[in-house]
């Protein structure tokens, strides 16, 4: 299997839990990554162990004139090395899972006659996704909503692949540590505008410091004056520039305070946790605040807009939870209900019984 694309972990992290249930199937199969130099995929895929290559591809939506012009010119190259690749690694299938190097591959299988499969994690399709709907042999989606966008016989709503760190039983004990504890993330490289409004309203619940715990990814650029605020107010803190188990900060979590991104929104859901949402307000066709109304609207979240955002509201949305853990529950349980902990297992059953006739073995 290929899996191509990535460029952020809302595209990567997907991939990767496809990638695990596959190889998880049998000793002989073998996956490859094709990405770009400048994705996550370059920083976190050699650490798990996973192969990549890398094409010279960028992004045209939502860009200047004059570097659509550019990243135009690098489609054929781009293509010619997604064709040398396939050449070489022979793939039964690839999967695309959104991010620029997802088009070319995708593209070039479709030309070879390799079966190919599309993962869209949004609520709004990508533009990349919506053009290789059209070429695509299955179709997996996160939400129903997205259907309309698709050829519905070659479509099938899995949910976003999540790690299967994420529904591990050894995830599912019993908190060891009694304060409401508050997971703060903004993305792999944080976000500034969660990390000031986060630091502002610690103010507001100084009263509660005793009675709270942050766990917060900040970034590298702001770790520095968050560990300072946290301590100047007072509060226990563990401020990281990066997460690296994910899974684990999940479980010791009360509450998260995070953007709407695709792979958040899975993690949230199979994990049933309760959380306030707070969409990137520069996503592509605003995806994120469409992936955090389904959660609002079914009680799974609290979702505010960033422009709506302050220290002291946020402040005081995180007092009612921690003063309401009743509601804190009911949230957790909606969205456990819109969870698909198995999405991972059913999209590699889906490609494998595309294959099934070619390498019977793949699918012991």
């Given at each position: 299997m290929i899996i191509a694309g990535g460029g952020t972990g809302g595209h990567l992290f997907p991939g990767i839990a496809i990638a695990e249930e596959f190889l998880g199937r049998h000793p002989a199969n073998q996956v490859l990554f094709i990405g770009t130099e400048r994705g996550l995929e370059k920083k976190i895929l050699g650490g798990l162990g996973l192969p990549l290559r890398t094409i010279h591809v960028e992004g045209i939506k939502?860009?200047?004139?004059?570097?659509?012009?550019?990243?135009?010119?690098?489609i054929p190259g781009g293509l010619f090395a997604s064709f040398r690749i396939l050449r070489e690694f022979r793939p039964d299938i690839v999967v695309g899972v959104g991010g620029y190097a997802s088009g070319p591959a995708v593209l070039a299988a479709f030309l070879m006659g390799v079966k190919t499969a599309i993962a869209e994690q949004n609520a709004f399709p990508g533009l990349t996704n919506r053009t290789l709907g059209y070429l695509a042999d299955r179709i997996f989606l996160a939400f129903p909503i997205s259907q309309r966008w698709f050829p519905k016989r070659r479509t099938h709503i899995t949910g976003n692949p999540i790690r299967a760190a994420f529904t591990a039983e050894k995830q599912q004990g019993e908190k060891t540590d009694p304060r409401f504890t508050i997971l703060v993330f903004g993305g792999s490289q944080g976000a500034h505008t969660i990390n000031r409004m986060v630091g502002e309203a610690l103010a507001g619940l100084q009263h509660l410091k005793d009675l709270l715990r942050f766990i917060h990814q900040a970034g590298e650029k702001d770790l520095e004056a968050m560990s300072a605020t946290y301590r100047k107010h007072g509060f226990s803190a563990e401020v990281s520039p990066f997460i690296v188990d994910m899974a684990a900060a999940y479980h010791k979590a009360d509450l998260l305070i995070c953007r709407a991104g695709a792979t958040s929104i899975a993690e949230i859901t199979a994990g049933g946790k309760a959380?306030?949402?707070?969409?990137f307000p520069f996503a592509v066709n605003d995806h994120q605040a469409l992936n955090a109304e389904v959660l609002s609207r079914a009680g799974a979240a609290e979702a505010i807009a960033e422009k709506d955002l302050s220290g002291p509201g946020l402040a005081r949305m995180i007092e009612q939870l921690y003063q309401n853990q009743g509601a804190v529950r009911k949230m957790e349980a909606a969205a456990a209900a819109l969870g698909k902990r198995n999405a991972a297992k059913e999209i590699v059953d889906i490609c494998l019984s595309l294959v099934r006739n070619r390498r019977p073995t793949e699918n012991a």
């Open positions: 939502g860009q200047r004139p004059l570097r659509i012009a550019g990243a135009l010119t690098k959380s306030i949402l707070i969409p």
